[in-house]
T-cell receptor, first 115, second 113 residues
Framework: GAVVSQHPSWVICKSGTSVKIECRSLDFQATTMFWYRQFPKQSLMLMATSNEGSKATYEQGVEKDKFLINHASLTLSTLTVTSAHPEDSSFYIC???????????FGSGTRLTVV | DAKTTQPTSMDCAEGRAANLPCNHSTISGNEYVYWYRQIHSQGPQYIIHGLKNNETNEMASLIITEDRKSSTLILPHATLRDTAVYYCIVRVDPFSGNTPLVFGKGTRLSVIA
């Protein structure tokens, strides 16, 4: 079945630094990628939608200059949290859809802790 | 997409059937019912979906009422590994990957030994 690989699984970074999270579709072409954020005991909240080769569309309240999304190829999308602060600590999850994939496939998530 | 209502939490004894209800009284004729689950600290996992007929796969069964205003996800023999948050999502066109899935609060299922 369709597989989405997300790395890293967890990361700890210092406040003010940047962190990059990668999401790869292993056996299909991901024409669309979605990035979600999940705080403890809450549901997934959509951050942005990206189509391959296009600029991402951000949800209201999500800072596009802080959460940089790149979707330059059909198999890779990245989310970079720039100048991270403790309030950015969260569980980040990607989801991909595209040719050869039935429905939506989610990555395993990245737990970001900013200290 | 139609709004869904699910109980906040449920318990189920290991080996028993887990029946998770979902209300979607405003569902439109062309909207499907999806079920996903999220095991702690993992990404959501697709379980099953349906339009109006009951569906079954290797993971679960989906029972949709005749008026389509509610549905029940059935895990026939729950195991400890089925402990997760289960999300019922209603949306048009499951084959379109251009719009995101919108998650509600889901039902936290605890399978107890």
């Amino acid at each position: 079945g369709a597989v989405v690989s997300q790395h890293p699984s967890w990361v700890i970074c210092k406040s003010g630094t940047s962190v990059k999270i990668e999401c790869r579709s292993l056996d299909f072409q991901a024409t669309t990628m979605f990035w979600y954020r999940q705080f403890p005991k809450q549901s997934l909240m959509l951050m942005a939608t990206s189509n391959e080769g296009s600029k991402a569309t951000y949800e209201q309240g999500v800072e596009k200059d802080k959460f940089l999304i790149n979707h330059a190829s059909l198999t890779l999308s990245t989310l970079t949290v720039t100048s991270a602060h403790p309030e950015d600590s969260s569980f980040y999850i990607c989801s991909a859809s595209g040719q050869g994939n039935y429905g939506y496939t989610f990555g395993s998530g990245t737990r970001l802790t900013v200290v | 997409d139609a709004k869904t209502t699910q109980p906040t939490s449920m318990d189920c004894a290991e080996g028993r059937a887990a029946n998770l209800p979902c209300n979607h009284s405003t569902i439109s004729g062309n909207e499907y019912v999806y079920w996903y689950r999220q095991i702690h600290s993992q990404g959501p996992q697709y379980i099953i979906h349906g339009l109006k007929n009951n569906e079954t796969n290797e993971m679960a069964s989906l029972i949709i009422t005749e008026d389509r205003k509610s549905s029940t996800l059935i895990l026939p023999h729950a195991t400890l590994r089925d402990t997760a948050v289960y999300y019922c999502i209603v949306r048009v066109d499951p084959f379109s990957g251009n719009t995101p899935l919108v998650f509600g609060k889901g039902t936290r299922l605890s399978v107890i030994a």
